[in-house]
């Protein structure tokens, strides 16, 4: 066990829907980050957020959107789903100041629109 | 957009031989972090790198950095099929940890 939870493991859902996934980062981490992770686009960097502000963005879909609350929680909600959105997402946490540790990940929410 | 670039993509190889993953990357960085991934699991810290010729092993992985050639090594040495995995190096930049860029991963394959 990482220390960074991810809830829930695995979802299936239909085209068009909205889902949420939940991340819970590492007891002192407090950057949280999101990751894609899908065959043909390997890992993409989705947003981060450090200590409830968002800090970074990359390639998140408008679909898309996260927010980090103050129990330092996230929570990754996607809507209008399509096929293409089917991939397993990581969130990763790291301390302040994290440079020489890296990121803990989770264990991943694969999910599976249809 | 820094870049990164992984090669061998797929690399199959017996057990015992030695072999090495490239990992380059195109803007100036002086952190590099290698993860290893089963499949299905989750991504696991192997190796942070923080400074020019900075090298660390680990059982029979050892990885190095040149921050001039912007280039980082992963030798696997006599490997053993417990090897077999998918491994990514992970390049930061700036002052904070922040966003890692990834590069597309190695799938290794060892075989007996």
């Known amino acids: 066990d990482s220390g960074v939870t991810q809830t829930p493991k695995h979802l299936i859902t239909a085209t068009g829907q909205r889902v949420t996934l939940r991340c819970s980062p590492r007891?002192?981490?407090?950057?949280v980050y999101w990751y894609q992770q899908s065959l043909d686009q390997g890992l993409q960097f989705l947003i981060q957020?450090?200590?409830?502000?968002?800090?970074a963005k990359g390639n998140i879909l408008e679909r898309f959107s996260a927010q980090q609350f103050p129990d330092l929680h996230s929570e990754l909600n996607l809507s209008s789903l399509e096929l293409g959105d089917s991939a397993l997402y990581f969130c990763?946490?790291?301390?302040?100041?994290?440079?020489?540790?890296?990121?803990?990940f989770g264990s991943g929410t694969r999910l599976t629109v249809v | 957009e820094l870049k990164v670039e992984q090669n061998p993509l797929f690399l199959s190889m017996q057990e015992g031989k030695n072999y090495t993953i490239y990992c380059n990357y195109s803007?100036?960085?002086?952190?590099l972090y290698w993860y290893r991934q089963d499949p299905g699991k989750s991504l696991e810290s192997l190796f942070v790198?923080?400074?020019?010729?900075a090298v660390k092993q680990e059982g029979r992985l050892m990885a190095s950095l040149d921050t001039k050639a912007r280039l980082s090594t992963l030798h696997i040495t006599a490997a053993v099929h417990d090897l077999s995995a998918t491994y990514f190096c992970?390049?930061?930049?700036?002052?904070?940890?922040?966003?890692?860029?990834f590069g597309r991963g190695t799938q290794l394959t060892v075989w007996p």
């Open positions: 990763a946490s790291s301390v302040p100041h994290g440079q020489g540790y890296g990121y803990t």
């Open positions: 007891s002192g981490d407090l950057s």
């Open positions: 957020y450090y200590n409830g502000e968002e800090r």
């Open positions: 803007t100036t960085s002086d952190r």
């Open positions: 790198l923080l400074s020019n010729g």
């Open positions: 992970a390049v930061g930049r700036g002052s904070t940890l922040g966003r890692l860029y």
